[in-house]
Antibody, heavy 119, light 106 residues
């Protein structure tokens, strides 16, 4: 059974950074692109970017180019996203999601991790 | 970047009523995916490749469209369909979501 297990909620001060994890089970992360998506209820879903864990190639939405850094550790079958220079605008729930080979859509999602940025 | 505009933003439907949600793209796209999200939960794949139902999705749902106009239709609204629905596309190295349609039961 495919599962994406994300790390727990985070509380950070403005200006700090946070690293979120997404551990995959039931498949090898090198076989699929891993995407990250931001959700704020009043803003809907925003695509952050993807990583190909097989070779480390990444692609970011322009808005998140200097905000997010995606990495992956194939030995632990885990993808990571670091968010830097946090502001209140980064307060959101972040999801990792696998992109299916057939149909090319997000077929599995992590449960999401809430990041709160507050002084 | 291709902008996806969903309409309506919010709507309420009575049980048994037919519901249509529209997603318009700023440029032509080859397909559209749809996700259902309930409060406090992850989005779920709902309709992919414009008209294919994801696993477990009731057949009262359907998807259609082409070019710049796509739609998700519920033939007969049920209470469990209350959720926010998002459309999504990926082309020209840019992946975008619609702003969402919040669907409630009357």
């Amino acid at each position: 059974e495919v599962q994406l297990q994300q790390s727990g909620p985070e509380l950070r001060r403005p200006g700090s950074s946070v690293k979120l994890s997404c551990k995959a089970s039931g498949y090898s992360i090198t076989d699929y692109l891993m995407h990250w998506v931001k959700h704020r209820p009043e803003h809907g879903l925003e695509w952050i970017g993807w990583i190909d864990p097989e070779d480390g190639e990444t692609k970011y939405a322009q808005k998140f180019q200097s905000k997010a850094t995606l990495t992956a550790d194939t030995s632990s079958n885990t993808a990571y996203m670091q968010l830097s220079s946090l502001t209140s605008e980064d307060t959101a729930t972040y999801f990792c999601a696998r992109y299916a080979h057939v149909g090319y859509y997000f077929d599995y999602w992590g449960q999401g991790v809430m990041v709160t940025v507050s002084s | 970047e291709i902008v996806l505009t969903q309409s309506p933003t919010t709507m309420a439907a009575s049980p048994g009523e037919k519901v249509t949600i529209t997603c318009r793209a700023s440029s032509s796209v080859s397909y559209m995916h749809w996700y259902q999200q309930k409060p406090g939960a992850s989005p779920k794949p709902w309709i992919y490749d414009t008209s294919k139902l994801a696993s477990g999705v009731p057949n009262r749902f359907s998807g259609s469209g082409s070019g710049t106009s796509y739609s998700l239709t519920i033939s007969s609204m049920e209470t469990e369909d209350t959720a926010t629905y998002y459309c999504q596309q990926w082309s020209s190295n840019s992946l975008t979501f619609g702003s969402g349609t919040k669907l409630e039961i009357k």
